[in-house]
Nanobody
């Protein structure tokens, strides 16, 4: 059974840090070609934040480059997003997602499985 469950969201002041986790089940190291974090605000579409491919190579959206770091545990496939120097514009619901094939891109299209999301709020 496939599931992805996010945790670690909450409220933080601007300039602070937060780490999100995503527990993954139903994938193996060899079937998870790509995994990533996406975010969405009310009225907007879901946008890619960071992705990591099967070789653990990350790609970041320009808005978070240098502030966010995506990693994964190769033993249990838990996905992480370390967020530093947070800004109010980072406020959103954050989702983790995984896919079983290529390509591995920041677009949400093509991702097979999604978590239910966790709220991140950055106050002034």
């Amino acid at each position: 059974q496939v599931y992805l469950v996010e945790s670690g969201g909450g409220t933080v002041q601007a300039g602070g840090s937060m780490r999100l986790s995503c527990a993954v089940s139903g994938y193996s190291l060899y079937s998870m070609f790509c995994a990533g974090w996406f975010r969405q605000t009310p009225g907007d579409g879901r946008e890619g934040v960071a992705i990591i491919n099967q070789y653990d190579r990350p790609t970041y959206a320009e808005a978070v480059q240098g502030r966010f770091t995506i990693t994964r545990n190769r033993d249990n496939l838990t996905l992480y997003l370390q967020m530093d120097n947070l800004k109010p514009e980072d406020t959103a619901i954050y989702y983790c997602a995984a896919r079983r094939n290529y390509p591995c891109r920041l677009s949400p299209a093509g991702f097979d499985d999604w978590g239910r999301g966790t709220q991140v709020t950055v106050s002034q």
